[in-house]
């Protein structure tokens, strides 16, 4: 590897830590901002801006180093008492992390903008606190680079001694990480010297005082050696000696190699597992993988198929164990992309913050639920849409402080962010205590857009998503926070994009809740494969209860009614023939499956049902984007197309009546328009 | 870094919990003299840490040294995570740990 190259994934490596890290700080700064005497809140300010100071000024960030010193300096000061927290450091701290932000994305370090703003910053910083020039421009100090050349050649025995200066961990160096990427290089005796150390009292926590010899039996040379070091060179004695030379004839080579190998196939000495916790990968590698499990599944149904076809023990065998394999595969592959919600959740206590102070309302965000998990892809497309729902409520749900002392509410708001399972879904909430919504406001400018006609009778629920629809805006005036109409329909989309969908309940005068219910997973589901005539369909096994038959003589006994009786309950059914218009003859007997939907237990009525199905869910492209109630398609084994319907949406667009056969069956038109008592009333 | 001191007759039992590293070296090294200022057995628990770094490890080691030259034990105790146990080896200092 050249030595840009090594340079560049460092740099790398240090522009995603430190990202990680300034979520973080903004989120410590803003709870510090809250409460401003929280010593372990200070603490942990300072020790983030330590971090990305000291890594930055490692990996060539100097910029970024230099201008952190300065905020580190007066975080310093508060943590030593000498400075008290303000909601003017904090938020010209939060101004500073933007930047930090913003100088990390350059690729040539901070341009001129950013050092004239960064400079603004630290003029502000210095009024604030009063710390002198002198104090907040002592630099840290920066590394050089060292020249590279390495090549690889015999195994050589290496005594290597490093001495720490003693400020070599204040300057944000971890000497056991050199250590151990040390021992990446081949065979590592570490032996510590602690003679240094003084007596407790006498001892600075700060400094190292601890050396090391390391004895290395590697194939890597002396620059290589010395590159592991390359970041701390002016800050410690080090010094590279060979000890000794094993100069194996080639044959000797091959059959150490050889040896090696035999010992640990398809493993390298770095490879050790306890040379790191957790790995980072990159997201489009995971989501390769995911997509080859997901191939993998399909294939691996197809050799169920034709396992079940022949009559032959040993290929059921080895089908049954490749499917047990592939489960776990399935399974594994699924939870490695799962992540929690909270750092999603914590950014938007940011954006509660600054538009609190610009809209001069006071606001409270408080999170339940941010270990909740979710698949990758989901959560990387939930910033969007929370981030509109948040704007609107604190834009119009939330009342200023004096509307809300004389409603008789406490003047500081809270927005509430939740999260958590519910079957194969998650459920995300944004609920505020605000204003509510005015169905009538609502039901009005719905009626004046000519979406609905002046004497519908509609339900809460209805009239509110109206809200959804592209262009609905009820109020009075646009700002820059919300109110252009654009927001809401935008979430929508989205919502629906990810499979997911958006219910809003609101009392007027008290709050709003949206609740937006999302799928667990993009990319796989446990389905039951059912057949209706020569078609095929997938429904969730989640939303799964029981398969019962369902015979002729049920039907008469029903009256015709599309309604099962089972022990004593009777369960609406809605019949996939009638529905799709299969045009094939209904079998003597059918299968009902029962499946909890939120609007209560609903049967679908199919032909047969043939098992369960892993299935890898295929988008069906812009045409069925409105047909909301098939979630996707998947390729079974044959090659054959199934559709993967979604319980709930079918029984809603039933209800509804808004439904209409996709190849225009009368019976399903008219039974869809009397509604949901016209729909299971007879039976055709 | 919360830490906790319990006061026996005999005995100071110390519980440490969190990541100890160089921001929170300060603190460890108070309560550590503050202990070996009882002048009784100390039992330092490493069971709720989660991270270590050298000058915790450093820290352990003038106690524990300390201790020793005043005549009275210093254990650690309490079982040793995946990382802390990484920590140790890969900085030699193993004996740290064997040594109780």
Not at chain 1, 118 to 145: H, Y
Not at chain 1, 487 to 492: A, E, S
Request: hydrophobic content about 40%; proline content about 4%; overall charge negative.
């Amino acid at each position: 590897m050249s030595n840009a190259n090594i340079i560049d994934k460092h740099r790398q490596a240090y522009q995603e830590e430190a990202r990680e890290v300034l979520v973080e700080l903004e989120s410590s700064l803003l709870e510090l901002n809250e409460r401003p005497d929280d010593g372990e809140l200070v603490g942990r300010v300072f020790r983030s801006m330590h971090t990305i100071k000291g890594s930055g000024a490692m990996f060539g960030f100097d910029e970024v180093a230099s201008f952190t010193h300065h905020l580190e300096t007066a975080f310093d000061e508060v943590r030593e008492g000498r400075l008290t927290v303000t909601s003017k450091l904090v938020d010209l701290s939060l101004e500073a992390v933007d930047l930090i932000k913003r100088m990390l994305d350059e690729p040539d370090g901070a341009s001129g903008a950013e050092n004239t703003i960064a400079d603004g910053i630290l003029v502000r910083l210095r009024e604030l606190t009063g710390i002198t020039d002198n104090k907040l421009s002592e630099t840290p100090p920066s590394s050089t680079p060292p020249q590279l050349s390495s090549k690889e050649g015999q195994i050589q025995d290496w005594m290597i001694r490093f001495a720490p200066g003693p400020d070599l961990m204040r300057n944000g160096t971890n000497p056991l990480l050199l250590l151990r990427e040390l021992r990446q290089l081949g065979d590592a005796r570490v032996t510590a010297n602690m003679t240094a150390i003084p007596p407790l009292s006498e001892l600075d926590p700060e400094c190292c005082y601890v050396s090391w010899e390391i004895q290395l039996t590697t194939t890597e040379c002396r620059e290589a050696i010395r590159d592991v070091f390359m970041f701390v060179e002016d800050c410690c004695e080090l010094t590279v000696d060979l000890i000794a030379v094993e100069s194996p004839s080639p044959v000797e080579l091959t059959t150490k190699a050889f040896e090696e190998q035999r010992r640990n196939p398809g493993r390298r000495e770095h490879d050790k597992p306890d040379s790191a916790s957790s790995i980072r990968v990159p997201a489009a590698k995971l989501d390769q993988f995911v997509n080859l499990v997901g191939e993998l599944v399909t294939v691996q149904a197809r050799l169920v198929e034709i396992a079940a076809g022949r009559d032959d023990p040993e290929v059921l065998e080895v089908s049954e164990e490749i499917e047990r394999l592939t489960t776990a595969l399935r399974e594994n592959s699924m939870s490695i992309r799962m992540l929690p919600i909270r750092a999603t959740f914590e950014r938007f206590r940011r954006l509660v913050h600054d538009l609190a102070r610009d809209l001069h309302k006071n606001v409270e965000l408080t999170i339940e639920g941010a270990d909740t998990e979710l698949d990758k892809t989901v959560i990387d497309q939930l910033n969007d849409p929370l981030m509109h729902l948040i704007r609107n409520s604190m834009d119009h749900g939330i009342e200023s402080p004096e509307a809300r002392v004389a409603a008789g509410k406490p003047p500081t708001a809270t927005i509430h962010l939740s999260a958590r399972h519910s079957g194969a879904n998650v459920l995300i909430g944004v609920t505020d205590d605000g204003r509510g919504i005015d169905a009538d406001a609502v039901r009005a400018r719905a009626v004046q857009n000519g979406l609905v006609a002046a004497e519908v009778q509609l339900t809460e629920a209805e009239v509110f998503s109206f809200i959804l629809m592209p262009g609905f805006s009820t109020a009075k005036q646009v700002t820059d926070v919300s109110g252009r109409g654009v927001g809401m329909d935008v979430v929508n989309q989205r919502v629906e994009a990810l499979r997911g969908r958006i219910d809003i309940a609101s009392k007027f005068g008290s709050g709003t809740r949206v609740t937006l219910r999302l799928p667990l997973t993009m990319a796989i589901i446990d389905g039951l494969l059912v057949r209706v005539g020569q078609d095929f369909f997938v429904l969730p096994l989640a939303n799964t209860l029981e398969c019962i038959e369902l015979t002729r003589q049920d039907i008469e006994k029903a009256n015709g009614n599309h309604v099962a009786h089972i022990r004593g309950e009777m369960i609406p059914y809605i019949r996939l023939r009638d529905f799709f218009d299969i045009d094939t003859n209904r079998p003597e007997r059918e299968q009902i499956m029962i499946a909890e939907t939120e609007d209560g237990r609903y049967g679908f009525v199919v032909d047969e049902v043939l098992g369960d199905h892993q299935t890898v869910i295929k988008s069906l492209g812009r045409l069925y984007r409105q047909v909301q109630f098939v979630s996707g398609a998947t390729i079974l084994g044959n090659g054959t197309v199934a559709l993967i319907l979604d319980p709930h949406r079918l029984v809603q667009e039933v209800i509804r009546g808004s439904v209409r056969s996709p190849r225009g069956h009368p019976n399903s038109t008219a039974a869809a328009s009397c509604g949901k008592e016209g729909l299971f009333s007879k039976s055709p | 870094m919360p830490a906790t001191v319990e006061d026996r007759e005999n005995l100071s039992l110390v519980r440490l919990e969190g990541a100890i590293d160089i921001a929170s070296a300060a603190e460890l090294k108070s309560v550590l003299v503050s202990v070996l200022a009882s002048k009784k057995e100390i039992r330092l628990t490493l069971e709720g840490i989660t991270e270590l770094d050298i000058t915790a490890l450093q820290l352990l080691y003038a106690a524990e040294r300390d201790a020793s030259k005043a005549g009275f034990p210093f254990l650690l105790t309490g079982s040793v995570s995946n990382e802390i146990s990484a920590a140790v080896t890969d900085a030699g200092l193993v004996k740290l740990l064997i040594q109780q």
